[in-house]
Each structure stands twice: as structure tokens, then as C-alpha cells.
């Protein structure tokens, strides 16, 4: 099945929203705090893109508790699972040392939930930790520069403009999937089916299923 993953489920508002249009899986992104809980959060910090007026304001996830991540509105991963309700959440670890805790930390903190989740991480060794406490884990290496195809990922998941023909054949060779990001332009959608990916991720997956149903790929 070609993947629609809709990218940065990151409130309650966007989970429903996304969910209503039917994706295949949803995406957000997670942080670790201080206590060890999970906080969706899309940045290492609480910063007013995602936060309302607060004295917490420009402290680390890491040095926040639970109690601080509900006063500043950002649910916990708990709270995003259950609001997901059965419809796969792929958790993307923003692992950015030493803003954040150390990829072996980030893994501790997610054990619980990796029987539930797909992972994806731009640090692949947060994958390689979390990996070694779930085998059967999904996981997505994320990347912005070119690169050979070389890693434990399940799944490659490139900027889209790195996507060429080759990439993808290299990928399918080892047994590897390819799934971009981020893509809107229903253009840009086609051009990357045309070239054999299996999947994208997109913030609007109702305009991927209209790109994606001539071609009967997401039935």
C-alpha cells in the first residue's frame, strides 16, 4: 500500500483534522522532558510557535516537566496515541544533543510506546537504540543532504528534491522503502509516484488520495 502519511500531527486539532482525511499513518514530532514522558513537540524548546505566553518560554524540553508541557498546551505522547485512535503514528525523535537528551535516553523514554509506533530520526542513533529494545520497530532515516544508500532504516525518508530514479532503485534493491518529505504541490506528488516511491508525506493527504486515485494506488 502507498503510504500517506500526514506530517506534523501535532495537536489535538491537527490529529483530528488529519485523521478525518484518511491517511494511512500520522506523523508527529516528540520530545523528551525531565521526568522521562514523551512531549509532542515539533521544537527542542517551548517557544511561542507552539506555546502560549509563559515564563517557561526558551527552556529545553529536556529541563521541563509533564505539569510544564499541559500548562504550555502540548500533549504528551500518551494523550496523541489515544487521540490517534487506529490509525498508525509514525513519532519522528528530534535528537539534537545537547539540546536534547542523548539518543540513548531518547530510546529509554520511547521503549514503551514501540510496539505502537513507527520511528523516524534524523540521528541514526536513536534508531540503532531503539532497534536493539524492539526488533520488529519500524524505522525511517530522515535526511536533507545526498547520500549513499547505507542504513539499518526499514525506510529512507529524503527531502523530496534528493528523490531520483536512481535513489529509488538503490533503495528497492536492498529491500529498502522510500517515503519523502515534505510534499503539497499535487505536481510535485505525481512527478515523485512517477519515480517509484512508496509513499510521501505531505500536510495535505486529502489532496494526495485526489493525486493518488487515478493511479488506484491507495486502495
Known amino acids: 500500500m502507498f503510504e500517506i502519511q500526514a506530517h506534523r500531527a501535532n495537536t489535538a486539532g491537527a490529529l483530528r483534522a488529519h485523521r478525518a482525511a484518511g491517511p494511512t ?33 526558551g527552556k529545553p524540553w529536556r529541563e521541563l516537566t509533564t505539569d510544564d508541557a499541559h500548562d504550555l498546551c502540548r500533549l504528551t505522547l500518551d494523550a496523541a496515541l489515544a487521540l490517534a485512535v487506529d490509525t498508525p503514528v509514525v513519532v519522528e525523535a528530534k535528537s539534537f544533543p545537547p539540546h536534547t ?18 520511528l523516524a530520526s534524523f540521528d541514526k542513533r536513536v534508531l540503532t537504540h531503539a532497534r536493539r529494545r524492539h526488533r520488529a520497530l519500524e524505522t525511517t532515516f530522515l535526511f536533507e543532504t545526498p547520500m549513499r544508500v547505507a542504513t539499518a532504516a526499514r525506510t529512507l525518508g529524503p527531502r523530496a528534491d534528493l528523490v531520483t530514479r536512481d535513489l529509488v532503485h538503490a533503495a528497492h534493491a536492498l529491500g529498502m522503502r522510500v517515503v519523502p518529505w515534505t510534499v503539497n504541490d499535487p505536481r510535485e506528488m505525481q512527478a515523485l509516484v512517477d519515480l517509484g516511491v512508496d509513499g510521501l508525506v505531505t500536510d495535505e493527504p486529502g489532496l494526495l488520495h485526489d493525486v493518488l486515485r487515478p493511479l488506484a494506488l491507495a486502495a
Not at 508527529?28 to 509563559?54: F, I, N, Q, W
Not at 537528551?101 to 513507527?118: K, M, N, Q, S, T
Open 25 to 57: 499513518s500520522l506523523e508527529l514530532d516528540a520530545g523528551v522532558l525531565a521526568d522521562g514522558a514523551v512531549v509532542v513537540s515539533h521544537e527542542v524548546r517551548a517557544t511561542t510557535l507552539e506555546c502560549p505566553p509563559s515564563q517557561l518560554l
Open 101 to 118: 537528551v542523548e539518543p540513548r535516553a531518547f530510546a529509554d523514554a520511547l521503549e514503551p510506546y514501540l510496539d505502537r509506533i513507527g
